[in-house]
Structures are given as structure tokens and as C-alpha cells.
């Protein structure tokens, strides 16, 4: 027996999770096939859901022909558990056990709140014990026990409602949660009854040292070391390992790492004996586990997809590439799949292959899913490493800024903080055309962003006698986040620092990690930072900046909002101070990878769209690069192809454009309409229009960053001085937030005053409606006051 409730999801699945984030612990979620445009769309919501939050994810079926068999087909073969429907489907190519008559306790999502699912999950189960407790087995999300607690009714409904491990000491006859006071806290993913419905399951993500209190992974100790313990070995090598030591090289050099699975692959193919496999085989996770933890996919990425292929209906032939087959063992089939069929494997480009861009056309729904599907970010496994650095900076805070500041950033600093006025010496090395540049840049930024403030309140008259205003007021305190060490960022400085002066920010802080060489900030961020009116530089980066910031330490002032970008580590962190109601601090975004996305025609400029897509596919091998062409020829498309080559090798990041390419997309449509809806769905942080009277098809976009208008507006204008704002939002979460501007650094206060006349003309709907919700104490502050003017009589009930 699972969760007794299956909620059942529309097309706005996102945004329920974020408002009933406890619906997750059901573990098995269905959708509403009703809800949804097409299958694309219905695979993006499973790919999503089965990222981490939901177990399966079913589709019911309520009308007619909803889907046709190879949609239905390509969705069983993508993730979707199985098909609900009352109605027939008579399709020979679907196994029957994957069509099911639609469950009783199917609900919709609307249709639950936290306290009627949390009652529904406490009317299902039961107990024998004097006590009332309930048996619980806590297993990890690897399914490996990590002890065995109890629960009583209160700890079960706080537990839902948090969605963290909470249970019942029996020794000390209380309520406790998990980390509370160790900081080995636990995320819990879904909860589960038994068959007998008389124990409990809590599946959960620990943090920390363990479960057990002796500071053991079990209460039964510490866990074999498999593939699980290899991830977490990895995981924290990745960040800490020694300089020069075989594991970074193996992290830092990707021709080495391939050519040692590639070594290994063959050694197993050689073994012969029981002991010489199972040695091999080793070898050979052990490097695959590398390439894995070096590109961010977990070993619960792998189970999820070893998962989906156990789901599929439809096979591949299973042949082997000819080059691996000897010339004796080809195959006499010439049989072979439609290219739609064919799996899209991840590409790999070796330094020998040109730097092409994969090429689907806009019917291949498969192809186009797998093109415009983001990077798998999993932040669970990251938050192992982040949480412990948080709480360090929270309880020792500037200690432990320095002794982070030195690990990570190789630098021994005596404080952690550059006050302003910044020293000259900090300016060295400023050229003045980078000043001049810098100058133009933040003048440019600053006209943008003051001409977006608002300057007068908003007064409505709703009314006679009742007037309603709303007006800005800037954040009092600000902090930003600047990558640096070895990279130099003075556009993030810029693209953050102004807006929040133009904005009347009242401090702002910088946090900039220092170089390794000198210990400084780089010379054009204090520059920046002048120029802006911080008041301080924190000097570290990573989470250990953004803890500091968050909750403040003896000389880093805590601040009220975090805005920024950076890496993994960074974006963790920010996740974490937001969801911290201690923190009180927010964020200004959530963070991905970089994006674009260009919609070119056949009059485009080949030169130019391939330096667009190069610009974006520097910033690291998990960018992600999509063309979208509007009736393109074989032969456009080659020059196209051919143009991103030649430009690609003669940049200095060749290798980290390589592998961004290798997972890059040209989708080929047949008309603007087209393309523009392929764009919206997508929603890119950045949309550059290479297409004939460009401004014409802008009304046409609906979700995007920023675009970028004709052949003459590179993206690298509005990363730099054109005016707008880079800092923009990534992994398609341009459909609900916009790029950082001015309102970013402010919150909007509304007020309203009431007259006599005004009491005298709303009074009497406000009681009604306070009267229906059963709040007397709201209606009567309104009777009270009517009263007393004589707008109603004392005896009005």
C-alpha cells in the first residue's frame, strides 16, 4: 500500500508545487491528459516530475482519441507509468497491464488542502501499540534503511506540513526533529503506509554526519561502501582534491578521462574469469562515475533512466555499431529504424569532428523533446556539501569566512571585509579605456533602469470616500554576489550595483571571491563598486559568501535580499537562505545554466548566427545552444554549420565550446508562427531574432529574458553597455519571472483610506462577507464604526 491519495495535475503542475509543495509525498502523481496542448508538452511535465519529486507519473484519459497510438506509445515509452481511462483503448501495441481503469482515489490537486491530505493519510492508518505510536522505518533515497523510529499523530501532521523527518521520542516522551540541534537534518520525500497499514515509511534526504546519533550513517552502522559511497567520495573530490592529484586531473581532462573508460571497457571485454570481471567492471564504474559526477548527473539520473527504458513498449533492434562488430559478426538485416526512432544518445565531439550542431525537424517530437530539454540540475547531493559551510558561517561566522576563503580560494586573508572607501592600491592595473568602457557601460545601465522608477504613488479612487495607493519603497540592504578567482565579472557588478543605487538601496554590499595571485578583488569590480556606492566588499564566494550575507557576522552586515549569479555551490546556497524563514532574506531568482535561443531565416547572416551561438556556448559545457530556423535550406543549414566550425577553433575556449555544441540543437520549422511558438514553449533566458523586419514579430513573444532585435544586436551588447539588464532568468523560468530591473530592488507598499462616505458605501459588503466567513471580529469593526456615524441601526444584526 502506497499514499491513499493519487493528486491529479493540470498543466500548471509547476506552480502547484511551488503554492502545495507537500503534494510531493504522495510519491505516484497523475495528469490530467485534458489539460495539457500535445504529447511535447505532456513529456516535458513527466520529465520534470520525474526529476526528484514524483515516483510514477500516470496520464488519465477522459475524451475521445485525446492522443492517437503513436503519441500514446511515445509517452509509455518516456516516463508515463501508465495510461487511467474508463473507455477503451483498443490499440494492439499497448500492453494492457499499462491501461487501468481510472482510480477512486484519483483528486484533483485544487480539491486538496494540507490539512484534508494530511487526514486522509492519518485515516488510513492504524495501530496496536498502548502507546498509539506508529512503527517507522526511515529509508534513504536510495531505499537503504537508516533506522527505525516512531510516530504519533502530531509528529506525522508536522512532518507533512514541513516536509522534513519529524517523530516521537519515547525516552523523552516529545516531539522531535531530525537536526534540529546536530544540523544532520533530513528533507523528506514521500511517506508510505504498509500492506497491513500499521507502519510507516519515510523515504528521506539526509544531510550531515548520519541518522544515528553515535554519528554513524544507520542506526545499525555505517553503510557499505558501493556506488552510492563512490558518488559522495567523488562528489566531494570534485571540490576538494588535492592540486595535481590523478583525481583532478581525471575532473580537468576530459581526453584522458575517455581514453581511461574507454581502456576499461575493453579490459572487460577481456576478462575471463569471475574475479578478473568483477575487477574490471570496478575499473570501469569507477571512471564512469567520474564522467557522471564531472557533467553534475547523479546515480539517481541513471536508476531513473534505467527505469523508463524497463517501461518502454517498443524496442530497438539492439545491433551494435558496425565499427565494434567484426567484420564476421555484421548483420545481413539492412533493416533499419526510422531516424525519428532512433534514440538521441548524448553526443560526444572528439577534437577530430567538426563542431556541429545536432539537426531535427520541428515534426520529430522526440527529437524536438530532447533538444529543448534542460540540463538535469540536482541540488540534493550538493546540499550535503552546502549545508555544513551555512551553518559554519552562521555560528562562527568571520572564522569561518577566512578558513573557507583559504581552502577553496587559496587565499590567507586577516579579515574578511574591504570597507569603503576602497584603497587606491586596490585600482591597479585599471586601464583608462577599461574606466572609460566601464564609464559607458554604467551610464547606459543607469539612464535604463532610473527611467523604469517610479516616481509618483499610484492613487485609484474605488469608491466615493475610499481611496487606494500603492508605492515603491527600495530594500534597505542588498547584497551581490560577484563570481571571480579566475574569471573577471565587472558587468555583473554593474548589471547589479546600479539598478540598487538608482533603486535608493541604503547599503549595498559586493561579495567577490579574491584572486589567488594577490588576495585583491579584481581592480574593475572595486571600480564598480565605487562607482555604485557600496559600502563594503565581502571577499569570498561560494555558499560561505551567501551564508554571510544572509545572516550577517561580526563585520558582514546581514542584508535583506541576495542577487547574483554563480555556480552550483552559490546557487544551492541561495535556494537554501530563501526557504530559511530565520534567513528572512530573498533571492532574486533561480539559477541554471546559461541559455539562447536564435530564430534565424534564409536571409540570415550565417556569420553572425554562428558567432551569436558561440557566444553563448563559451560560457560552460552545460549551456545550452538552440537555433531555430524558419524555412532553411540543406544548404543554409550547412553554411550555418560550417560557420560555427571555422569560428569555433579559432576561439581560446574550443574545447569547452566542443562539448556544449555536442548537445546543441538546429530545429527546422516551416514558418515564423512556428518557430515562435517552438520559443515560447522553450522560454529562453536570451532570444536573438536574425529574421527579415525583425521588430515586427516581437509582439509575437511571450516568454524570454531578453531579446535581442535584427542582425546588428549581438547578445554580448546587452551582457555589457547597451542598457538593459543581463542578470536574466535561465532554465525556462522566463514564463514566470522577469530579468532584474529596477522594481528588483524595491517592494511596493499599498494603502488605502476610508471616509464616512467611503464606510457608508463598502460597510455593509465587507460585513456580509466577513459574516459568511465566520470572522465576527472583522465584521464587527466595521458595525461598530457604522454605528457610531448612524449608518446603520444599533439593533443591526
Given at each position: 500500500?502506497?499514499?491513499?491519495?493519487?493528486?491529479?495535475?493540470?498543466?500548471?503542475?509547476?506552480?502547484?508545487?511551488?503554492?502545495?509543495?507537500?503534494?510531493?509525498?504522495?510519491?505516484?502523481?497523475?495528469?490530467?491528459?485534458?489539460?495539457?496542448?500535445?504529447?511535447?508538452?505532456?513529456?516535458?511535465?513527466?520529465?520534470?516530475?520525474?526529476?526528484?519529486?514524483?515516483?510514477?507519473?500516470?496520464?488519465?484519459?477522459?475524451?475521445?482519441?485525446?492522443?492517437?497510438?503513436?503519441?500514446?506509445?511515445?509517452?509509455?515509452?518516456?516516463?508515463?507509468?501508465?495510461?487511467?481511462?474508463?473507455?477503451?483503448?483498443?490499440?494492439?501495441?499497448?500492453?494492457?497491464?499499462?491501461?487501468?481503469?481510472?482510480?477512486?482515489?484519483?483528486?484533483?490537486?485544487?480539491?486538496?488542502?494540507?490539512?484534508?491530505?494530511?487526514?486522509?493519510?492519518?485515516?488510513?492508518?492504524?495501530?496496536?501499540?498502548?502507546?498509539?505510536?506508529?512503527?517507522?522505518?526511515?529509508?534513504?533515497?536510495?531505499?537503504?534503511?537508516?533506522?527505525?523510529?516512531?510516530?504519533?499523530?502530531?509528529?506525522?501532521?508536522?512532518?507533512?506540513?514541513?516536509?522534513?523527518?519529524?517523530?516521537?521520542?519515547?525516552?523523552?516522551?516529545?516531539?522531535?526533529?531530525?537536526?534540529?540541534?546536530?544540523?544532520?537534518?533530513?528533507?523528506?520525500?514521500?511517506?508510505?503506509?504498509?500492506?497491513?497499514?500499521?507502519?510507516?515509511?519515510?523515504?528521506?534526504?539526509?544531510?550531515?554526519?548520519?541518522?544515528?546519533?553515535?554519528?554513524?550513517?544507520?542506526?545499525?552502522?555505517?553503510?557499505?561502501?558501493?556506488?552510492?559511497?563512490?558518488?559522495?567520495?567523488?562528489?566531494?573530490?570534485?571540490?576538494?582534491?588535492?592540486?595535481?592529484?590523478?583525481?583532478?586531473?581525471?575532473?580537468?581532462?576530459?581526453?584522458?578521462?575517455?581514453?581511461?573508460?574507454?581502456?576499461?571497457?575493453?579490459?572487460?571485454?577481456e576478462a575471463t574469469t569471475k574475479d578478473e570481471l568483477a575487477w574490471e567492471a570496478a575499473d570501469l564504474f569507477y571512471f564512469a562515475m567520474v564522467r557522471l559526477v564531472a557533467n553534475g548527473v547523479s546515480l539517481a539520473d541513471v536508476e531513473r533512466n534505467l527505469g523508463m527504458k524497463n517501461l518502454k513498449i517498443t524496442r530497438r533492434k539492439g545491433d551494435a555499431k558496425e565499427k565494434f562488430l567484426a567484420n564476421d559478426t555484421k548483420t545481413t538485416d539492412n533493416t533499419e529504424e526510422p531516424a525519428s526512432k532512433k534514440a538521441k544518445l548524448e553526443r560526444t565531439l572528439c577534437s577530430n569532428d567538426k563542431i556541429y550542431l545536432d539537426v531535427v525537424q520541428s515534426t520529430d517530437l522526440?527529437?524536438?523533446?530532447?533538444?529543448?530539454?534542460?540540463?538535469?540540475?540536482?541540488?540534493?547531493?550538493?546540499?550535503?556539501?552546502?549545508?555544513?559551510?551555512?551553518?559554519?558561517?552562521?555560528?562562527?561566522?568571520?572564522?569561518?569566512?577566512?578558513?573557507?576563503?583559504?581552502?577553496?580560494?587559496?587565499?590567507?586573508?586577516?579579515?574578511?571585509?574591504?570597507?569603503?572607501?576602497?584603497?587606491?592600491?586596490?585600482?591597479?592595473?585599471?586601464?583608462?579605456?577599461?574606466?572609460?568602457?566601464?564609464?559607458?557601460?554604467?551610464?547606459?545601465?543607469?539612464?535604463?533602469?532610473?527611467?523604469?522608477?517610479?516616481?509618483?504613488?499610484?492613487?485609484?479612487?474605488?469608491?466615493?470616500?475610499?481611496?487606494?495607493?500603492?508605492?515603491?519603497?527600495?530594500?534597505?540592504?542588498?547584497?551581490?554576489?560577484?563570481?571571480?578567482?579566475?574569471?573577471?565579472?565587472?558587468?555583473?557588478?554593474?548589471?547589479?550595483?546600479?539598478?540598487?543605487?538608482?533603486?535608493?538601496?541604503?547599503?549595498?554590499?559586493?561579495?567577490?571571491?579574491?584572486?589567488?595571485?594577490?588576495?585583491?578583488?579584481?581592480?574593475?569590480?572595486?571600480?564598480?563598486?565605487?562607482?555604485?556606492?557600496?559600502?563594503?566588499?565581502?571577499?569570498?564566494?561560494?555558499?560561505?559568501?551567501?551564508?554571510?550575507?544572509?545572516?550577517?557576522?561580526?563585520?558582514?552586515?546581514?542584508?535583506?535580499?541576495?542577487?547574483?549569479?554563480?555556480?552550483?555551490?552559490?546557487?544551492?546556497?541561495?535556494?537554501?537562505?530563501?526557504?530559511?524563514?530565520?534567513?528572512?532574506?530573498?533571492?532574486?531568482?533561480?539559477?541554471?545554466?546559461?541559455?539562447?535561443?536564435?530564430?534565424?531565416?534564409?536571409?540570415?547572416?550565417?556569420?553572425?548566427?554562428?558567432?551569436?551561438?558561440?557566444?553563448?556556448?563559451?560560457?560552460?559545457?552545460?549551456?545550452?545552444?538552440?537555433?531555430?530556423g524558419v524555412s532553411l535550406s540543406s544548404k543554409k543549414v550547412q553554411q550555418i554549420q560550417e560557420a560555427v566550425h571555422e569560428q569555433a577553433l579559432a576561439l581560446p575556449r574550443v574545447d569547452i565550446v566542443r562539448q556544449c555544441i555536442a548537445h546543441s540543437t538546429i530545429i527546422l520549422c516551416d514558418n515564423y508562427t512556428e518557430a515562435f511558438d517552438m520559443s515560447n514553449?522553450?522560454?529562453?533566458?536570451?532570444?536573438?531574432?536574425?529574421?527579415?523586419?525583425?521588430?515586427?514579430?516581437?509582439?509575437?513573444?511571450?516568454?524570454?529574458?531578453?531579446?535581442?532585435?535584427?542582425?546588428?544586436?549581438?547578445?554580448?551588447?546587452?551582457?555589457?553597455?547597451?542598457?538593459?539588464?543581463?542578470?536574466?532568468?535561465?532554465?525556462?523560468?522566463?514564463?514566470?519571472?522577469?530579468?532584474?530591473?529596477?522594481?528588483?530592488?524595491?517592494?511596493?507598499?499599498?494603502?488605502?483610506?476610508?471616509?464616512?462616505?467611503?464606510?457608508?458605501?463598502?460597510?455593509?459588503?465587507?460585513?456580509?462577507?466577513?459574516?459568511?466567513?465566520?470572522?465576527?471580529?472583522?465584521?464587527?469593526?466595521?458595525?461598530?464604526?457604522?454605528?457610531?456615524?448612524?449608518?446603520?441601526?444599533?439593533?443591526?444584526?
Amino acid at each position: 500500500m502506497t499514499f491513499p491519495i493519487t493528486p491529479l495535475f493540470g498543466n500548471d503542475y509547476q506552480t502547484t508545487l511551488n503554492t502545495k509543495p507537500f503534494l510531493r509525498l504522495a510519491g505516484d502523481i497523475a495528469l490530467d491528459a485534458s489539460a495539457f496542448k500535445n504529447d511535447v508538452d505532456v513529456l516535458t511535465a513527466v520529465k520534470f516530475l520525474l526529476d526528484g519529486i514524483a515516483r510514477t507519473v500516470s496520464l488519465v484519459l477522459t475524451g475521445d482519441k485525446q492522443f492517437n497510438e503513436d503519441q500514446l506509445i511515445n509517452l509509455l515509452n518516456n516516463g508515463v507509468s501508465s495510461l487511467f481511462t474508463n473507455k477503451t483503448v483498443s490499440y494492439d501495441s499497448i500492453p494492457s497491464t499499462r491501461v487501468l481503469e481510472i482510480p477512486a482515489n484519483i483528486t484533483l490537486t485544487k480539491q486538496i488542502t494540507l490539512q484534508s491530505f494530511t487526514k486522509i493519510f492519518l485515516s488510513q492508518v492504524k495501530t496496536d501499540r498502548k502507546d498509539g505510536l506508529y512503527t517507522t522505518l526511515v529509508v534513504d533515497d536510495n531505499e537503504r534503511c537508516l533506522g527505525l523510529v516512531y510516530s504519533s499523530i502530531e509528529s506525522i501532521t508536522q512532518a507533512i506540513a514541513k516536509q522534513v523527518g519529524v517523530y516521537y521520542s519515547r525516552s523523552r516522551g516529545e516531539i522531535w526533529e531530525k537536526g534540529l540541534t546536530s544540523g544532520n537534518t533530513q528533507s523528506l520525500l514521500a511517506v508510505d503506509i504498509d500492506c497491513d497499514a500499521d507502519a510507516l515509511k519515510f523515504t528521506v534526504s539526509q544531510v550531515g554526519t548520519g541518522f544515528c546519533h553515535n554519528g554513524t550513517k544507520t542506526c545499525f552502522g555505517d553503510l557499505a561502501y558501493g556506488l552510492t559511497g563512490l558518488e559522495h567520495t567523488l562528489s566531494d573530490r570534485k571540490v576538494n582534491a588535492v592540486e595535481g592529484s590523478y583525481t583532478q586531473r581525471l575532473f580537468k581532462d576530459e581526453t584522458l578521462l575517455n581514453a581511461k573508460i574507454k581502456e576499461e571497457a575493453e579490459e572487460l571485454t577481456e576478462a575471463t574469469t569471475k574475479d578478473e570481471l568483477a575487477w574490471e567492471a570496478a575499473d570501469l564504474f569507477y571512471f564512469a562515475m567520474v564522467r557522471l559526477v564531472a557533467n553534475g548527473v547523479s546515480l539517481a539520473d541513471v536508476e531513473r533512466n534505467l527505469g523508463m527504458k524497463n517501461l518502454k513498449i517498443t524496442r530497438r533492434k539492439g545491433d551494435a555499431k558496425e565499427k565494434f562488430l567484426a567484420n564476421d559478426t555484421k548483420t545481413t538485416d539492412n533493416t533499419e529504424e526510422p531516424a525519428s526512432k532512433k534514440a538521441k544518445l548524448e553526443r560526444t565531439l572528439c577534437s577530430n569532428d567538426k563542431i556541429y550542431l545536432d539537426v531535427v525537424q520541428s515534426t520529430d517530437l522526440e527529437g524536438v523533446t530532447k533538444a529543448v530539454t534542460r540540463p538535469i540540475q540536482k541540488t540534493s547531493q550538493i546540499m550535503n556539501l552546502v549545508n555544513p559551510i551555512i551553518e559554519n558561517v552562521r555560528n562562527i561566522g568571520d572564522k569561518a569566512l577566512i578558513e573557507y576563503t583559504k581552502k577553496f580560494d587559496g587565499v590567507d586573508l586577516k579579515t574578511p571585509v574591504l570597507e569603503a572607501p576602497f584603497p587606491e592600491e586596490y585600482l591597479e592595473g585599471l586601464t583608462e579605456e577599461m574606466k572609460e568602457s566601464l564609464d559607458l557601460s554604467i551610464e547606459n545601465v543607469r539612464k535604463f533602469h532610473a527611467a523604469q522608477l517610479q516616481k509618483k504613488p499610484l492613487v485609484v479612487t474605488t469608491q466615493p470616500g475610499v481611496v487606494c495607493s500603492r508605492f515603491p519603497r527600495a530594500i534597505e540592504k542588498v547584497g551581490l554576489y560577484i563570481p571571480g578567482g579566475t574569471a573577471v565579472l565587472p558587468s555583473t557588478a554593474l548589471m547589479l550595483g546600479v539598478p540598487a543605487q538608482v533603486a535608493g538601496c541604503k547599503e549595498i554590499v559586493f561579495a567577490s571571491p579574491p584572486r589567488k595571485s594577490d588576495g585583491r578583488v579584481s581592480p574593475e569590480v572595486v571600480y564598480v563598486a565605487m562607482k555604485c556606492g557600496a559600502s563594503k566588499i565581502v571577499l569570498a564566494g561560494g555558499a560561505q559568501a551567501v551564508a554571510a550575507m544572509a545572516y550577517g557576522t561580526e563585520s558582514v552586515p546581514k542584508v535583506d535580499k541576495i542577487l547574483g549569479p554563480g555556480n552550483q555551490f552559490v546557487t544551492a546556497a541561495k535556494m537554501y537562505i530563501q526557504n530559511d524563514t530565520q534567513a528572512l532574506c530573498s533571492i532574486d531568482m533561480p539559477a541554471g545554466p546559461s541559455e539562447v535561443l536564435v530564430i534565424a531565416d534564409e536571409d540570415a547572416d550565417v556569420d553572425f548566427v554562428a558567432s551569436d551561438l558561440l557566444s553563448q556556448a563559451e560560457h560552460g559545457v552545460d549551456s545550452q545552444v538552440i537555433l531555430v530556423g524558419v524555412s532553411l535550406s540543406s544548404k543554409k543549414v550547412q553554411q550555418i554549420q560550417e560557420a560555427v566550425h571555422e569560428q569555433a577553433l579559432a576561439l581560446p575556449r574550443v574545447d569547452i565550446v566542443r562539448q556544449c555544441i555536442a548537445h546543441s540543437t538546429i530545429i527546422l520549422c516551416d514558418n515564423y508562427t512556428e518557430a515562435f511558438d517552438m520559443s515560447n514553449k522553450y522560454a529562453p533566458e536570451h532570444l536573438i531574432l536574425q529574421i527579415n523586419e525583425a521588430d515586427r514579430y516581437v509582439p509575437l513573444v511571450d516568454n524570454a529574458g531578453s531579446i535581442f532585435v535584427g542582425s546588428y544586436t549581438p547578445e554580448s551588447c546587452g551582457d555589457y553597455s547597451s542598457g538593459t539588464n543581463h542578470t536574466l532568468p535561465t532554465y525556462g523560468y522566463a514564463r514566470q519571472y522577469s530579468g532584474a530591473n529596477t522594481a528588483t530592488f524595491q517592494k511596493f507598499i499599498t494603502a488605502q483610506q476610508v471616509t464616512s462616505e467611503g464606510l457608508d458605501n463598502i460597510g455593509k459588503a465587507v460585513m456580509c462577507i466577513a459574516k459568511v466567513e465566520g470572522l465576527d471580529g472583522h465584521r464587527n469593526a466595521v458595525k461598530i464604526r457604522m454605528s457610531k456615524l448612524g449608518l446603520i441601526s444599533k439593533d443591526f444584526v
